[in-house]
């Protein structure tokens, strides 16, 4: 049995009173901060067709967020978003979702997502709606969801968006609000990164490690810079140095006499 409550804007943390038209009343399950907790709220949001390399890279940069006062928020969406909450609750991260409907389980949006948004709850995070809690998904109300998400952040980190996509709403909305847009790059060859590449050029802050998130969060990070590990050597931690030295490489397709010669390994170890 849910238990949904009403909350009006006394309630709200502070930053959601800023933007415009702020919602007169939310509808939640779990629990919010209290509005002057010291902690800071990231908004992680990407393509719902997101590639291994995006899904890596949410994963790494979350996991990389663990044991600090952040709240990872996102939209329950399919793809990043989904993998942002999961990792969250993974890294013992609070994660709060604000889905395009009603937040009642039988009109969940997704569908497919209802038995998770029961572990976000469990995990102590919140579902937040401003609709009605029986309301259903209508693509009106997704620009208007991503208002609220962009209004609740401290920082807005983009991983993998097309040039044209709900993602790219929030994140233009996080720019209209003062608030801090992050965004991964990407290849220029992959259609999931041409939305954060353009973020880029246009002005938001590229991220390579979890340290860069925590920098633009207020943190000071200059102990932990000269430690600092970027994306790859996070993904391939555990990998020897003759792996490291073939991973590299293989950042494009080689055949394996390539690896071989690039690489200047004895052929056995190659394979």
Same mark, same amino acid.
């Given at each position: 049995? &849910?238990?949904?409550?009403?909350?009006?804007?006394?309630?709200?943390?502070? &930053?959601?009173?800023?933007?415009?038209?702020?919602?007169k009343l939310l509808y939640i399950e779990g629990a919010l901060?209290?509005?002057?907790?010291?902690?800071?709220?990231?908004?992680?949001?990407?393509?719902?067709?997101?590639?291994?390399?995006?899904? &890596?890279?949410?994963?790494?940069?979350?996991?990389?967020?663990?044991?600090?006062?952040?709240?990872?928020?996102?939209?329950?969406?399919?793809?990043?978003?989904?993998?942002?909450?999961?990792?969250?609750?993974?890294?013992?991260?609070?994660?709060?979702?604000?889905?395009?409907?009603?937040?009642?389980?039988?009109?969940?949006?997704?569908?497919?997502?209802?038995?998770?948004?029961?572990?976000?709850?469990?995990?102590?995070?919140?579902?937040?709606?401003?609709?009605?809690?029986?309301?259903?998904?209508?693509?009106?109300?997704?620009?208007?969801?991503?208002?609220?998400?962009?209004?609740?952040?401290?920082?807005?980190?983009?991983? *993998?968006? *097309?040039?044209?996509?709900?993602?790219?709403?929030?994140?233009?909305?996080?720019?209209?609000y003062n608030r801090t847009l992050l965004a991964v790059p990407?290849?220029?060859?992959?259609?999931?990164? &041409?939305?954060?590449?353009?973020?880029?050029?246009?002005?938001?802050?590229?991220?390579?490690?979890?340290?860069?998130?925590?920098?633009?969060?207020?943190?000071?990070?200059?102990?932990? @810079?000269?430690?600092?590990?970027?994306?790859?050597?996070?993904?391939?931690?555990?990998?020897?140095?003759?792996? @490291?030295?073939?991973?590299?490489?293989?950042?494009?397709?080689?055949?394996?006499?390539?690896?071989?010669y690039e690489s200047e390994l004895p052929a056995h170890k190659?394979?």
């Open positions: 049995m &849910q238990t949904i409550r009403k909350i009006k804007p006394d309630s709200y943390p502070p &930053q959601l009173l800023e933007i415009p038209e702020p919602p901060p209290e509005a002057n907790a010291d902690v800071k709220y990231l908004v992680v949001v990407g393509s719902r067709k997101y590639t291994s390399y995006g899904k &890596q890279a949410c994963e790494k940069l979350i996991e990389g967020l663990r044991g600090y006062p952040i709240i990872i928020v996102s939209g329950l969406a399919l793809g990043i978003d989904t993998i942002a909450h999961k990792t969250a609750i993974e890294n013992n991260l609070m994660t709060i979702a604000f889905p395009g409907s009603g937040i009642a389980r039988k009109n969940l949006y997704p569908a497919t997502n209802a038995n998770f948004a029961e572990t976000i709850i469990n995990s102590g995070g919140a579902l937040v709606s401003e609709y009605e809690p029986e309301a259903k998904s209508e693509n009106h109300m997704f620009p208007r969801r991503n208002r609220l998400m962009a209004g609740i952040a401290d920082a807005v980190l983009v991983i *993998e968006a *097309e040039e044209k996509s709900g993602t790219a709403i929030t994140a233009r909305l996080a720019t209209d990407g290849s220029i060859f992959s259609a999931t990164s &041409q939305g954060t590449n353009r973020l880029i050029k246009m002005g938001a802050t590229p991220i390579n490690s979890s340290v860069d998130i925590l920098e633009a969060l207020g943190y000071d990070m200059s102990e932990e @810079k000269n430690n600092n590990k970027t994306l790859f050597e996070e993904l391939y931690i555990d990998a020897s140095d003759e792996e @490291k030295i073939l991973l590299e490489l293989l950042r494009e397709p080689m055949s394996r006499d390539e690896l071989i190659v394979s």
